[in-house]
């Protein structure tokens, strides 16, 4: 009954949402010819004969969208979102057949209001839809009841967030796990304290629970570990014996090492990622813009500085004033860094590749006070703005220590699924140096794991405050 209901109010919304664009092309003629002076006034009749078009665009356009999808648990701003995409399309190809269509000049202004106009139509009725069902199923109204099978740490979470947020309207009515006694799981994400989980019964016994509860369950969740496939089996051949749907939700979290990991398809088939590069969306846009800026004014506005540590380090030992040194960057693909030089030429000679320690002595007299000052890092400016780097990220290291240190702590080379920076969480905090590994790399990783506009900033502003020099700095 919930399936055939939902069919049909998906349906019912698909037609709401075709009257309510055709009443924006009405309402926006109406803006530009009678409430504004127009140059020229156009009848009603004209722009009328263009909507049948129109219509037709902007339903192919909503179907399309995936709009009409069930989605109980996404959230209200994705799905505003959602309509913003669909109505951006829409008026991308509405745009394009008028621009083609000949009989008379559309006017530019009207376009403009009928979009602004048609978004907040659509949006305002699924706000206006949200807040009726979030009322209803947090009453107990239009209600799906829920089996978790598998009650490890992921079917847990899944049913603390169900109660969490009641207005998706899911209830669970209990768990499937082959062990006879299941302690409660605490999770951070939701501090208040856990129940533990009550069992109906084995994982063998989906069947049985299914035909004892008949069709009172609507949804069962399978939230097992990737090792039992056998078991996930089980339940799919149990549920095409019912009406209730299956979802997997992977019980991952005995992977220790996750990164940005979704959910993609290659032509129909899912495919879970579990180590990769954040997918790129417009804070990545707004991240090398921001980059781009503050490295241009950075090498402008320290120009006179970088003279005067250029004269330095001339002066100071015999041997060009940049030094390029090999770094890995984003997704392994290494660059040349650029540094003010700090140590003779043959440094490294004899030693080979080394981090600098506490008290070394091959750093010229103007290479010691730059290291302590982090002044020898300045020149990366011109790194950001190559696309080598960003302003801020994890410190790159050179190829032939990753080599060392990969096998050393475990998820080293997670680091590189974004970009090296200049300044990174792990430094600010005094993670730099010849200081401990594990440490950096767990500050590095948690960079990553957490990344956001909000936390770049945050770190700028820390490096700025408590300044470029530090002990740990040599």
């Not at 902007?58 to 995409?85: C, D, P």
């Not at 829920?146 to 079917?155: F, M, P, S």
């Amino acid at each position: 009954m919930l399936r055939e209901r939902s069919l049909l109010l998906q349906r019912l919304l698909f037609g709401v949402d075709l009257a309510l664009v055709a009443l924006a092309w009405v309402l926006a003629w109406a803006v530009r010819f009678e409430v504004l002076t127009p140059p020229e006034w156009v009848p009603l009749a004209r722009y009328l004969g263009f909507l049948p078009f129109v219509l037709a665009v902007w339903g192919g356009v909503l179907l399309v969208s995936g709009l009409y999808q069930t989605r109980r648990a996404q959230r209200l701003t994705l799905v505003v979102w959602s309509v913003a995409r669909a109505v951006g399309l829409g008026l991308v190809v509405s745009l394009g057949a008028l621009f083609f269509y000949r009989a008379f000049s559309f006017s530019r202004l009207h376009v403009v209001l009928f979009a602004g106009i048609a978004s907040a139509l659509l949006v305002g009725l699924r706000v206006g839809v949200f807040a009726v069902l979030r009322r209803g199923r947090q009453q107990g109204r239009n209600v799906r009841r829920v089996l978790i099978v598998g009650a490890g740490k992921a079917g847990q979470r899944l049913a603390r967030a169900f109660r969490h947020y009641p207005w998706m309207g899911f209830e669970v009515i209990g768990f499937l796990d082959d062990r006879a006694e299941v302690a409660a799981e605490p999770d951070a994400l939701y501090p208040e304290p856990p129940d533990p989980p009550r069992l109906l019964g084995t994982i063998d016994d989906v069947g049985a629970v299914l035909d004892r509860h008949g069709e009172a369950v609507d949804m069962v969740y399978a939230a097992l570990p990737l090792s039992a496939a056998d078991k996930i089996q089980a339940v799919a051949e149990a549920c095409t014996r019912h009406t209730a749907h299956l979802c997997l939700v992977p019980d991952l979290f005995g992977l220790d090492l996750l990164l940005n990991s979704r959910v993609s398809d290659v032509d129909g088939l899912p495919v879970i990622h579990l180590i990769d590069e954040a997918p790129f969306d417009a804070r990545h846009l707004v991240k090398r813009a921001a980059d781009v800026v503050f490295s241009a004014a950075a090498l402008v506005v320290l120009a006179p500085l970088l003279a005067a540590i250029a004269g330095a380090v001339k002066l100071s030992s015999p041997g060009p004033v940049l030094y390029r040194q090999r770094r890995m960057g984003l997704n392994g693909q290494t660059f040349d860094i650029l540094k003010f030089r700090s140590m003779p030429t043959d440094a490294e000679a004899a030693s080979g590749p080394v981090w600098s320690t506490h008290g070394e002595s091959r750093a010229t007299t103007a290479g010691a006070f730059l290291r302590r000052t982090s002044l020898d890092e300045l020149p990366q400016f011109w790194n950001v703005l190559r696309g080598d780097m960003s302003v801020v990220g994890p410190r790159p290291e050179r190829p032939a220590l990753i080599e060392r240190f990969r096998d050393q702590v475990p998820g080293y080379m997670l680091r590189h699924k974004t970009k090296a920076g200049i300044t990174g969480w792990a430094q600010v905090h005094g993670w730099r140096g010849d200081t401990s590994l594990a440490k950096r790399i767990e500050y590095d990783l948690w960079y990553v794991q957490n990344w956001s506009l909000g936390l770049d900033a945050k770190i700028v502003l820390m490096t700025v405050w408590r300044g470029f020099v530090h002990p740990n700095a040599h």
